[in-house]
């Protein structure tokens, strides 16, 4: 049997030493400071000579896993993991996605940390960090006090950035400027011709999402002189109420109620895009057109190119949110303990932006 070829016979192939195919092979340190054509000559090389490096190896060599965690706390009960109609999975998948995206020119992965029956997803990520399972963890919409409070006090040392996390901490936040989409749509409408809308949102009473956007949506309607009318569908609590057909579904029949009665609003503001769907379905049902009798908005632009006519959105930008975690995270972890600390209470606004669709029509 052929002897594998080692990192010596790779850097004779490429003219370098084996120091600077070391560099190049395991994005060490000084890997910026190599040229293109080195770096090109060295994985050529690699590639030609079938060479790979030994990840246990580096990892002990170096005490670098080159991968960073991504914590979801996708359920409450870790009884309904197995659950296959648990929640929606495209906005962890955009902001993956967008997190990878940074991570991958750095040689660096992602993987995915997810709540266990004896530990929640939080915990676990502590954990990995700390055993040096992964070199550092993004976590994503914390859901408790508890659990901020343990990641402000273990982010003194390790590096933890947390993406759309209100609750005030000394970590390094990516936040989503959620207000200011709510003040395009409404904008957006009004120059429209639009006074008279319908809100369709969860019907929910606790300081949540659905009640901030609520209250400012409220607050722009006033200021132009607009009326809202609520038409609320039951506040989603469980796992499978956030599974997109049952939302979709909740959303058209309570549309469908209202719609059989008399109304005066020419628009219906949707929560969401999956919302949104619920929605046009119940208007399309009700033999309506959309917008000729009613025009249609939704959030977060998931869906927005699937429907007929293309829906008028806010651009929820997961995928950017995902790639400015992804590039704080490489800088804390190639600045070390010095990029950590400067890192600390720093928040990075990601702003909203307009999806013109066809789905709202000018009013004379």
Known sequence: MPESPKLADVATAAGVSVTTASVVLNHGKQYDRISKD?????NQAAEDLGYVPNYQMRTVRTGKTQTVGLVIELVDNPDQLANPRRSSRYYFHQIADGIQTALTPHGYYLMQIWPSPERSAIERGIRATKSKRIDGMIALQLSSDTQAKKLMEESLNIPIISLEERQLTCIPTILFDEMDGITQLIEHLYEKGHRKMLWLSADTTRPNRFVERERHMLKVMASKGCQCEFC???EPTKPEDFYEPNLIETAREQVAKRLKKPYDFTAVICYSDIIAIGAHRAILQAGLRI?????LTG???????????R?????????????????????????GRNAIRDMQNTIAMIQPELVVGDSVKQLS
């Open 232 to 234: 609320p569908y039951p």
């Open 299 to 309: 959030y977060d632009a998931l869906f927005h190119e699937y429907l007929t006519p």
């Open 291 to 295: 917008p000729e009798d009613l025009s």
């Open 311 to 335: 829906l008028t959105t806010i651009d929820h930008r997961m995928f950017d949110m995902g790639l400015q975690a992804g590039k704080v995270m490489m800088k804390m972890l190639k600045g």
């Open 38 to 42: 080195c770096v090109r000559r060295v």
